[in-house]
T-cell receptor
Framework: GENVEQHPSTLSVQEGDSAVIKCTYS??????FPWYKQELGKRPQLIID?????GEKKDQRIAVTLNKTAKHFSLHITETQPEDSAVYFC????????????FGTGTRLQVTL | EPEVTQTPSHQVTQMGQEVILRCVPI?????FYWYRQILGQKVEFLVS????????KSEIFDDQFSVERPDGSNFTLKIRSTKLEDSAMYFC?????????????FGPGTRLTVT
């Protein structure tokens, strides 16, 4: 089955700096890659996603890149703010009937003042 | 904006007891999921459900687990005889069928504590 690796496990940046989180996946049939943000004690919430036919997608301060050949994708957050502090999970899906999410291990992002 | 809801928010039970976790997916969604997250770990897939039957289940979802959609709105996860290692946050999710993909919307979770 699919396996998603995520790095780093923790990341501390100063407010205003950029943060990059990287994931790799194993199943070449995976074709949809969402990123979820989870604040303490809260539900995972989708912040951005990318399909396999797209190399890059941007939404204001966040962007995601995908390299299908290398089977890795990354989340980029620019101009970080304290409210960006949370755990971020990447995920991969082989879309189809079930379309289950396979999550990475998570990155705890701490944005310091 | 419609949301997935879950009850209860926190359930404490003794080992060996049965628990039922309840979810109300978003009304026009067709696919339903249960995931769990052990404290400090990643979210793990348990089961997916479509057209009144299980479409896929993980190794975690053994004979102690079952799911049901007893009416047009509720989606339940039953654990027949709870174990200490079942302690986790259980998330329900749903999505509408949009062909290529559809965002999975998560509920707020039920924290299950088995003592």
């Amino acid at each position: 089955g699919e396996n998603v690796e995520q790095h780093p496990s923790t990341l501390s940046v100063q407010e205003g700096d950029s943060a990059v989180i990287k994931c790799t996946y194993s199943d070449s049939a995976s074709n949809y890659f969402p990123w979820y943000k989870q604040e303490l004690g809260k539900r995972p919430q989708l912040i951005i996603d990318i399909r396999s036919n797209v190399g890059e997608k941007k939404d204001q301060r966040i962007a995601v890149t995908l390299n299908k050949t290398a089977k890795h994708f990354s989340l980029h957050i620019t101009e970080t703010q304290p409210e960006d502090s949370a755990v971020y999970f990447c995920a991969a899906i082989v879309t189809g009937t079930a379309s289950k999410l396979t999550f990475g291990t998570g990155t705890r992002l701490q944005v310091t003042l | 904006e419609p949301e997935v809801t879950q009850t209860p928010s926190h359930q404490v039970t003794q080992m060996g007891q049965e628990v039922i976790l309840r979810c109300v997916p978003i009304s026009n969604h067709l696919y339903f999921y249960w995931y769990r997250q052990i404290l400090g770990q990643k979210v793990e897939f348990l089961v997916s459900f479509y057209n009144n039957e299980i479409s896929e289940k993980s190794e975690i979802f053994d004979d102690q687990f079952s799911v049901e959609r007893p009416d047009g709105s509720n989606f339940t996860l039953k654990i027949r005889s709870t174990k200490l290692e079942d302690s986790a946050m259980y998330f329900c999710a749903s999505r509408v069928d949009r062909g290529y993909h559809g965002e999975q919307y998560f509920g707020p979770g039920t924290r299950l504590t088995v003592t």
